[in-house]
């Protein structure tokens, strides 16, 4: 059977991978803790007509994307782990909308290739299970992904003006989902203003401006919400400790986030060295004392000022620190004060693969810049920003987890472009 017919029908051809999450999710129920609980409540809240308790209390700590998505099932009184089982359906849409995007773009079997390799990135499945953003943020990735590829490819008026909307909606509700990507959105909208008014006749980057407006257009409304709380313009919400912790001047700490509990203790975990916890008290503890005399806003203030003059005193061991968190960011290493786990060997192969591939694209990327596709370039501006932007603050591997889709789609597209590859050899 020849490979478009089998790719003919996205849906059906990758169902298997659908049905694999859906027992991956039910052997492996979460205990819903954590960060779930935090969603959750911020769910409620929505149900009850407000997001953020009114000051001195004032907690923005995550956006409200994820929490109007949950809302209506908290509200309905649907069993937890049907909101975990609907992390099946966002990776599964993830995969087939990245393989539509592919399929657009590059050759039919990288395109399946590709798509394969992100729907067997184990690496992403560490969340899964989880009532958290992640899983959601996969679905809204690609989902950007294809409906940008159809904003530069598509040459109908109507369809491209519905793809505008879709593509800039998409985009928007990516921040209101992660915050982290209102700078990222900031630093765009930016940009692309200034390449359109220096170049009115480029098509592209009036539509890349457009994309980028109807994303502003999206969180007007939580912007003028958190304006209206805090008084503050342009606020996407709380960092909290993200930065205090990175910014850490002590030789055998690395910049890695360390969980408090209130002013007096600080919790380890259960994967650090025993003891670790009295060192890291005797060091930080006066500092935590004087930041938990502070509520709402006040206390996330004081943590980035307390995270100043740190970077301040010492801006090299901050340096060092970045360097650290990259490491954190696509390897899961080094965490000081920690135990050694040996799962931590599973993300060494499969993010290697993908940090090499990157590695080796960036040459090409930059000598022939004018002429890859504009929907790539947009892309790689979103991630690298993004990349560059968890690399100054306490950084994970499942925030590297989100921006895969797209490292994906651009290796695709270069290797496309500048590989030739041969599986028979020629005749000597």
């Known amino acids: 059977m020849r490979i478009d017919k089998i790719t003919k029908n996205p849906y059906l051809l990758f169902s298997p991978f659908l049905c694999f999450y859906i027992i991956y999710i039910l052997v492996f129920p979460s205990d819903f803790s954590g960060d779930e609980v935090r969603y959750l409540r911020y769910a409620n809240n929505l149900i009850h007509g407000f997001y953020s308790p009114p000051a001195p209390h004032i907690n923005f700590t995550n956006g409200p994307g994820y929490p109007l998505v949950l809302s209506p099932f908290v509200a309905m009184g649907v069993p937890l782990i049907y909101m975990a089982l609907m992390n099946a359906v966002f990776y599964y849409l993830s995969v087939i909308l990245l393989f539509k995007a592919l399929k657009q773009t590059v050759e039919l079997n990288i395109a399946l290739i590709f798509s394969c390799f992100w729907a067997c990135y184990y690496v992403a499945f560490q969340n899964l299970n989880t009532t958290v953003t992640e899983p959601f943020t996969f679905f809204l990735v690609s989902l950007l992904i294809f409906s940008l590829v159809k904003v530069f490819k598509t040459d109908n008026i ?16 990516i921040v209101l989902t992660k915050m982290i990507f209102g700078y990222v959105l900031i630093f765009m909208f930016l940009g692309y203003t200034v390449l359109w008014l220096t170049d009115i006749r480029k098509v592209n980057y009036r539509k890349g401006f457009y994309v980028l407006l109807i994303a502003f257009i999206t969180v007007t409304p939580y912007l003028i919400y ?6 503050r313009i342009l606020y996407w919400g709380f960092g909290k400790d993200s930065l205090y912790w990175m910014s850490t001047p002590y030789k055998d700490e690395y910049g890695d986030w360390k969980q408090h509990l209130n002013t007096h203790s600080i919790d380890m975990g259960n994967y650090n060295i025993p003891g670790s916890g009295d060192t890291l008290r005797a060091r930080h503890g006066k500092d935590f004392e004087e930041i938990f005399r502070f509520t709402g806003m006040e206390r996330d203030d004081a943590f980035k000022r307390f995270a100043m003059i740190n970077i301040k005193s010492h801006p090299f061991k901050y340096a060092e620190n970045i360097i650290y968190n990259m490491g954190r960011l696509v390897f899961h290493y080094p965490f000081s004060y920690a135990v050694q786990r040996p799962k931590t060997l599973l993300i060494f192969p499969i993010n290697g693969i993908i940090f090499t591939f990157m590695l080796l694209c960036l040459v090409p990327t930059f000598i022939n810049w004018k002429n890859i596709i504009f929907q790539v370039r947009f892309m790689l501006f979103f991630s690298f920003i993004y990349l ?11 925030m590297f987890t989100i921006v895969v889709p797209v490292l994906l789609f651009w290796i695709a597209y270069i290797i496309q472009r500048s590989i030739v590859l041969k599986i028979k050899f020629d005749k000597q």
């Not at 690399?391 to 499942?398: I, P, T």
């Open 226 to 231: 958190t304006y209206h709380m805090t008084g």
């Open 158 to 173: 109507k369809l491209t003006k519905r793809y505008y909307v879709l593509a800039g909606f998409t985009f928007g509700f």
């Open 388 to 398: 560059g932007l968890c690399s100054v603050v306490c950084a994970q591997v499942r």
